[in-house]
């Protein structure tokens, strides 16, 4: 049986996407190919954790998982993560 990709959604609400969603939107030019090639990565409505105020924008949610204040380099590692332990 195949297995699924991981689910990766990037929160582009107001305040993920002024606060470095945007930049994560650019995956593809520094996500390594290999990871993005078993993952399936898509922008999301506001996920609604910054109403909550657990943690700071911008938010990702990887395999049902919440992660916060996600830059570029976290994003990498936290795929590569998620990767290894799929
Ligand atoms: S804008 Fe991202 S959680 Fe609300």
Known sequence: MKK??????????TACFVQGGADLLLYNDFVDPAILAV?????CP???ECRV???SAPY???????????????????????VKNA
């Open 53 to 55: 105020g657990n943690g």
């Open 60 to 82: 990702v949610e990887i395999d049902g998982k919440i992660y916060d204040g996600v830059n570029q380099d976290l994003f990498c590692k936290l795929l590569a993560e998620a």
């Open 46 to 48: 506001c996920l609604g």
């Open 39 to 43: 993952c399936d990565i898509e922008g």
């Open 4 to 13: 699924s990709k991981i689910k990766v959604r990037i929160c582009l609400g």
